[in-house]
Every structure is written in C-alpha cells, then in structure tokens.
C-alpha cells in the first residue's frame, strides 16, 4: 500500500472554506510538492468533521493527515482532499 501520510502544526481551521491549514509539513504532500513553504492548505468538506478537529487539537498541535497524493499539486486552498487525521504517534 501506498503511503499516503504527512504530519505538521495546525495554524488554521477554516468551517466556510471547508479548510484546515498546516505548517512546517512533512511526509507526502511536501515530498509530493503540494505545499508552499511548507504550509498545506487541506480540504475536508464535513463541517462536522471539520468541527471534531478544531475541538480535538488546538491551534499549535502537531496532527497526521491521510490524504490523497497527486504530485506536483501545490494545495494552497484545499485542493488535497484529508481522508483521516490524528494525533502524532507517541
């Protein structure tokens, strides 16, 4: 299976965009070129989904993200679609 995962800091959940934003990301989507100095724009189109997330991390908490990969797409407004995030692995 293919690996299909990258971690960062949540700075941004946006509810009308339908949007979460991290920076200094790793894995996939900044090996795959999705992201703009680091920062990824992810889609995530539950509003409930999306409000789950901003309750369960707070603004600064280090998240992982399942997303679909598609190289070379930078993601600067939700364009990479979040399958499933969590915490970091302990």
Not at 30 to 50: E, P, Q, T
Not at 67 to 77: I, K, Y
Request: some cysteine; charged content about 30%.
């Amino acid at each position: 299976m293919q690996e299909k995962t990258s971690s960062g800091w949540l700075v941004e959940v946006d509810l009308e965009a339908g949007t979460f934003t991290l920076r200094d990301v790793e894995g996939c989507a900044k090996a795959d070129g999705n992201d703009v100095d680091g920062v990824v724009v992810f889609g995530l189109s539950d509003r409930r989904d999306l409000e789950k997330l901003r309750a369960e991390f707070p603004l600064g908490s280090q998240i992982v993200v399942e997303h679909e990969r598609v190289e070379g797409l930078v993601s600067d407004a939700g364009q990479l679609k979040c399958l499933n995030y969590r915490g970091p692995e302990t």
